[in-house]
C-alpha cells in the first residue's frame, strides 16, 4: 500500500487522463490516479517509472486517503452516466469542502445539477473544459473551470502552472515544453470563467466555434481544388503561407501539414485516399441547438454540423452524384490563379470573424440565461494557446473586449469592422465563383448572409409577422409605435380599425 501524500488525484486512465497526470507531475505537484480497472493503473505507473510525483491505487478508498486535505479530485471518464457513477462511488468517502473537478466534455446543464447536488452536501464541483487534446493534456491546455470563488482557490495553482502559456504582448503560444520541463513564463491559458455549468458551456461554444473553422477551412481547399485545379501539395504550401499572417492558426497550421502528407501505401496525396464521411461527438449540435432555444443566430456553426451530417450520407451522395446536375458549365474568369487564392483567403478571414462574432453573442445572451459573469476578452485570451481553436486572431478579440467590455457584437470593433471593409468584395467574389461553379460553401455563404443581415436595419420579417398575423391572429408591433406594443388586425375586414393586444 502506497501511503503517499498527493496535493491532487486523478480517476480515469485513458490517453487524456494519463497525459494530464503527466502534466500535472511534472509541474512539481503529487498526484495519485485510480483506474477502475488496475491493470491499466499499473501499466501506467511502468511506463512512467521515472517520472517523480506520481503514485497509483487499487482501492478507490485508498486512493482517496493518499490526498491531502481538502481533498482535489480530477475526473476524466466518459460523459453522463460514467461520470455520475463516479461521483456516487466518491460520495461516501468525501469530507466538507473537498474538491470535485469534471475535466469531461460534459453538458453545461448536467454540470449545473451535479455542482447543485455537492453544494447541497458541503462539497465543492467544478465543471472544467479541457482543450487541447492529447498533446494539450500533456504540455499545457486551455482550462475553462465554472464553479465557486472558493473552489477556483483551491485549483488555481494547479491550473495556472499546468495551462498552455501565450506571450503577454504578442498572445502566441510558448512553445519548448518537453516532458519534466514544463513552460515557464508567459500568461497562463486559464481564469476563472464563473459559477456552475458556466466552465463546460464556453467549451461548448468553443467547439462550435471549432466546426465552423474545421469546415470554413474545408470550404477553402474544395475551392482551390475545384476552380483553380491546384494539387493538394500546392494548396498546403498556401496554407503554410496563411499561416504566416492574420491566419496564423493551429487548425491552418495542421491543414498545411496534412495537405503536403503522401499516403505510405499508395504514394497518392493522403487527402485524397480520406473517406468524405465525417463524424462528430455531439458538441457542436449541442452549441446550435441551444443557440436555437436561446433565439441567438449562430448560422455558421450549424451549417458545419449540417455539412457533416450532409457527408455521412455517402452512398446516397454517389448516387446522386449520377443523377442531379449541377452548372452546365463555368464561366471563365478573367483574375489569375493567385488573385483567386488571395480572395479565398480574404473570404476565410471575413467567414472566420462572423463565425466567431455569433460565438461570442451566444455566450453574451447565455450568461444572462443562467446568471453568469463572463469576461469575454479573458476568455478569448483562455483560448490563444492549448486548445484547438487557438489562433493570432484571438489576439483581437481579447484587445476588443478590453477597449469596450459591453460590446454587443465582435462586428462592431473597429478592427473588425475595418477588416470586414476591407475584405467584402473579395469574400462576395469567392461567393459568387463558388455558386457559379456548382461548389457548395455552407459555411462561407451562411456567415456573408449573418453579416448582411446584421448590419440591414430593415428586413423582410415585417412580410412575415403580417403573414402571422393573418393566418394565426399572432399580432404585430408598429414602426410608428413604442416597442412592446401589440396590434391585430382583421383580417377578413381589413378596412377596420387594428385592436391593439
Not at 446568471?371 to 476578452?377: E, R, T, V
Not at 423582410?460 to 410608428?480: I, K, S
Request: charged share 25%.
Amino acid at each position: 500500500m502506497n501511503s503517499t501524500v498527493s496535493e491532487i488525484g486523478l480517476i480515469g486512465l485513458a490517453v487524456m487522463g494519463q497525459n494530464l497526470a503527466l502534466n500535472i507531475a511534472d509541474h512539481g505537484f503529487g498526484i495519485s490516479v485510480f483506474n477502475r480497472t488496475y491493470s491499466k493503473t499499473l501499466g501506467f505507473l511502468e511506463e512512467n517509472e521515472e517520472t517523480k510525483n506520481l503514485a497509483g491505487f487499487e482501492k478507490i478508498d485508498e486512493f482517496v486517503n493518499s490526498l491531502e486535505r481538502p481533498r482535489k479530485i480530477v475526473i476524466m471518464v466518459q460523459a453522463g452516466k460514467a461520470t455520475d457513477a463516479v461521483i456516487e462511488t466518491l460520495l461516501p468517502l468525501l469530507d466538507e469542502g473537498d474538491i470535485v473537478i469534471d475535466g469531461g466534455n460534459a453538458k453545461w446543464t448536467d454540470t449545473i445539477d451535479r455542482e447543485q447536488r455537492l453544494r447541497d452536501k458541503n462539497l465543492h464541483f467544478v465543471g472544467s473544459g479541457v482543450s487541447g487534446g492529447e498533446e494539450g493534456a500533456r504540455f499545457g491546455p486551455s482550462l475553462m473551470p465554472g464553479c465557486s470563488q472558493e473552489a477556483w482557490e483551491g485549483i488555481k495553482d494547479i491550473w495556472t502552472s499546468i495551462s498552455a502559456k501565450v506571450d503577454p504582448d504578442t498572445g502566441k503560444p510558448i512553445e519548448g515544453a518537453k516532458p519534466g520541463q514544463p513552460v515557464s513564463g508567459g500568461v497562463s491559458c486559464t481564469a476563472y470563467v464563473g459559477t456552475d455549468g458556466s466552465g463546460h458551456y464556453v467549451k461548448m461554444v468553443h467547439n462550435g466555434i471549432e466546426y465552423g473553422d474545421m469546415q470554413m477551412i474545408c470550404e477553402a481547399f474544395h475551392l482551390m481544388s475545384r476552380i483553380t485545379k491546384l494539387s493538394p501539395l500546392v494548396i498546403g504550401k498556401i496554407f503554410d503561407r496563411w499561416n504566416e499572417g492574420e491566419l496564423d492558426s493551429f487548425l491552418v497550421e495542421i491543414t498545411g501539414d496534412i495537405l503536403k502528407q503522401t499516403d505510405p501505401r499508395t504514394g497518392k496525396p493522403f487527402v485524397e485516399i480520406v473517406m468524405d464521411a465525417a463524424g462528430q461527438k455531439g458538441t457542436g449540435k449541442w452549441t446550435s441547438v441551444n443557440a436555437l432555444d436561446m433565439g441567438v443566430p449562430a448560422p455558421t456553426v450549424a451549417e458545419a454540423v449540417f455539412a457533416r451530417c450532409l457527408s455521412a450520407v455517402k452512398d446516397e451522395r454517389i448516387f446522386a452524384s449520377k443523377t442531379l446536375s449541377g452548372p452546365a458549365f463555368a464561366p471563365e474568369t478573367e483574375d489569375s490563379t493567385e488573385e483567386i487564392v488571395d480572395a479565398i483567403r480574404d473570404a476565410l478571414y471575413c467567414s472566420k470573424i462572423c463565425s466567431y462574432a455569433q460565438g461570442f453573442q451566444l455566450m453574451r445572451e447565455a450568461q444572462k440565461e443562467y446568471d453568469w459573469k463572463l469576461n469575454f476578452g479573458e476568455i478569448a485570451q483562455i483560448w490563444r494557446g492549448g486548445c484547438i481553436i487557438r489562433a493570432a486572431f484571438l489576439q483581437k478579440i481579447t484587445e476588443a473586449y478590453h477597449r469596450d467590455p459591453e460590446l454587443p457584437n465582435l462586428l462592431l470593433d473597429d478592427y473588425f469592422q475595418t477588416s470586414i471593409e476591407k475584405y467584402q468584395t473579395s469574400w462576395r467574389k469567392v461567393i459568387s465563383l463558388a455558386v457559379t461553379h456548382g461548389v457548395p460553401i455552407p459555411t462561407f455563404s451562411s456567415a456573408l448572409a449573418y453579416y448582411d443581415g446584421y448590419r440591414h436595419e430593415g428586413l423582410p420579417q415585417n412580410l412575415l409577422q403580417a403573414q402571422r398575423d393573418y393566418f394565426g391572429a399572432h399580432t404585430y408591433e408598429r414602426v410608428d409605435e413604442p416597442r412592446g406594443n401589440h396590434f391585430h388586425l382583421d383580417w377578413l375586414h381589413p378596412d377596420r380599425p387594428e385592436s391593439a393586444v
